[in-house]
């Protein structure tokens, strides 16, 4: 029995369990829990059945990879894009001379963004049913990841995407130091909605001060404008030039169309994100295949892919214009900013994850009973 978590695994639910299982695993390895048999930290809206145990083991959450669980399909669709992005960022580095070409920096500092990400996620998602710690950390370091996404495609914004009537405006000199804070922002507000502040709100007895519990609707609104906001900014300069800007100046370009498709795709992945559609209508049907954060996942790196193509574009079609305009690229202002953005959100995660860490047993489930739980 898993005490403290959650009624006790009923023989019924068990065989449900068992049987989609059966039904859907491409190799069958473990049991698969209802969303009553696994403690609250591990609840999806509208998710009923194909949960891990929540005491797995590194093994066994790198094995149900190969299971069909609710997780599966969140793991493959950001590991595979990974290797594709991973892909593109190789053929950079040795095609195009990137190391002393200081023009391709922003698109390194992007594509490297690009890369870890998704790696993040998909790490965030094979290991967070190791137990509740390892999942609030997990989370941490996926948000920490997305916020740095959000920086690497201001980098390259700034170096390629710029309207030409913004190229060296006051906006474009505070552009990257704004980028800066959003990341800072962002990581802490994205952490913060999961438990609170640590240490003040939360300690190592997580059970007891779960601000996702207390107030789940403020937590996602907190997370989405989190994610939302410096993605907004990053794209002042290109929704300028897109939809508003008339006359010249306005960089109209073949990169445009690309832009829009991009732009289309990154509305529709925020959408999935806040509305948990389509699981919502018809709670526990798409539990294993085709639930919202499945579709956010896929259209996040279509997206995603769209952005690395329009940025390439206007990196090509506008050359040799910016680099007789455009203020100096240089490594500070692309990769120091960068590393910068990379230790302070380190720092943040390693803050909000202290409490987590060291402290007393956490109340549930111990290990004791998360062995009892294991079938
Ligand atoms: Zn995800």
Redesign the pocket.
Known sequence: MCSGIAPPLSPESGTEGRSSGKMFSLIKLRRVFTVHQVPKAFHEDSIISGYRHPRSSATDCVLSLFQLTNETL?VWT?FLPTWYFLWKLMTVLLMEDAWYDAYTWPLLVFLISCCVYPLA?SC??TFSTMSTRARHICYFF?YGALSLYSFGSAISYSAYVFPDAWVNSTFHAYYIPVAVLNTILSTSLSCYSRLGLPFLHYNHDIDERFSERQSPRLSKVLRILAFAYPYLFDNIPLFYRLLLCVGEGCTDNEANSIHLQHTSLAFLTAFLFATHLPERLAPGRFDYIGHS?QL??VCAIIGTHFQMKAIEADMVLRQSQLLATAPPITFNNTVGSSLVCVSISLGIICLFSLPLLYGSSETHPTKTEGKKCKH
């Open positions: 969140n950001h996620s965030a998602h996926d954060h956010f996942h």
